[in-house]
Structure formats: structure tokens, C-alpha cells
């Protein structure tokens, strides 16, 4: 990685993050932005701005019209597999490996954390590495469904039980699965510092974590652009491009 010039911002995440002994990492759409995935409220650039997520990301759309929600996800899936990690999700592993982050919360389905080297990621929203059957509970790995999009119907459905595939994913109008918010609830809990990359902090319950560190007495840093619920309460934000200035805290880490 290349060194970044350490601004004051960067040097405080690094202080941070060298006397902490129970960081944890949260990040949403925006880490992933650098590696040519849109996010979804920006405006004029979201995913949103262009389709109504209650008529393609909605469970009920799913089980009503399995073919337009497949039109979409098709190809928002197909879009996502040659993408690759940026320097923001390389600098979060590497703080992994250092032993300064004790794992990642995710609310990407892109799987790009994993791709990356990070070693303990919960996905809380699911990942697209997979498809289910909701009849069978069979799992089919993210390829084999665009073979069957590409060969076959728009939907593609389980060879067994003849029923639509589900992509692993949290869709609008479902919970998010207990597990995965029980460990990233439990992480949040014992964090003394929080980082939150990427992320607006504005969709929950994702977004009570911050909240739940520091009602434990951790501390909170921001990597983000654009205003969050938490700015106020944050020890520090650094607001330029994600990946800049996450190379900038490990050059300020590099230089003690």
C-alpha cells in the first residue's frame, strides 16, 4: 500500500486504535464504493434512485414475482462477481492481521471483506456466495444460479423442488438472521472503540450498534462521507475518500 500523508484525523484513529484491546470494525455500501459498486442513497448515484426496493428487494416481491425480482438481482448479482477489494477493504484486513481489530461487521452482501484477507466478517444482511432453496433448505453456489439465469428461465429454481431460489440475502421485510446480530450485538458490546466505514449509520437495526458501544463506555471513530447520526458523539471523522484515509491511519500506525 501506499503511504498517505497523516492528517491530525488520522493520527487520532491510529491513537485509537493502538490503545484499544477490543476494536471492532463496522462498515456498509460506502467501503465497497472504490471497487466500482454503487451505493444505494447517494443521490443521483444510488441503486435506489432507480428502482423502488419495495418492488424488487421486498420479500413479498420475491414470493409474488419471482421473475421481476430475478430481473433484477440477476443482474445486480452478475455485476458484483469480477469486482474486487479496494484499498479500504485491504487496509481493514490488515488491521486484522496486526491483531488491532478483532473482526468486521458488514452490512455488504458483496463479499469483498472475505475476498480481501479478513478473516472474521459477520454478515448481517447475508452474502450473495450463495442461493436456497426455501422447500428443501438446498444451497447453490452463486455461479451455478447465473448458469441457470443465462441458460434457462429468468428464475432459476431449485432442480429438486421445482421452487423459485432465494438469494442468501436479507431482503426488505425480513429479520436479519439471529446468529449473525447476536455476534455482532456481543462485539459492540465489549468494543472499546467502534469504527464505522462507509456507512450513514441510518439503517437498523445495524445502525444501534455504535450506540450500543458507547452506552458500554467505548468510543466511536467515523470513516464516512456525508452526516451520520453519530457525528456528535464521535471521538473523530474523517470524511475524505475511504480508502485514502484508511491508508492514512495505517501510515500514521507505521509511523508510531
Known sequence: MTSQVVTAGAARVADLL??????????????SVPSGIPDFRTPGKGIWEKVDPMEVAHIDA?????????????????SLVDKRPNPAHEAIAELERRGLVRGVI?????RLHRLAGSERVIEVHGSIDWCV???CGGRFELERVLEMVEGGPPTPECPACITPLKPDVVLFGELLPEA????AH????????MLCV??????????????VTLASGGRVALVTQGRTPYDAEAEVKLDGDVAAELQAVLSALDAG
Open 18 to 31: 493502538r490503545s484499544a484491546e477490543r476494536a471492532v470494525v463496522l462498515t456498509g455500501a460506502g467501503v
Open 62 to 78: 420475491f414470493r409474488s414475482d419471482p421473475d421481476r425480482f430475478w430481473g433484477f438481482y440477476s443482474q445486480r448479482f452478475a
Open 106 to 110: 458488514t452490512q455488504n452482501i458483496d
Open 133 to 135: 432453496c426455501p422447500e
Open 180 to 183: 449473525a446480530m447476536a455476534e
Open 186 to 193: 456481543a462485539l459492540a458490546q465489549e468494543a472499546d472503540v
Open 198 to 211: 462507509g456507512s450513514s449509520l441510518e439503517v437498523y437495526p445495524v445502525a444501534s450498534l455504535p450506540g
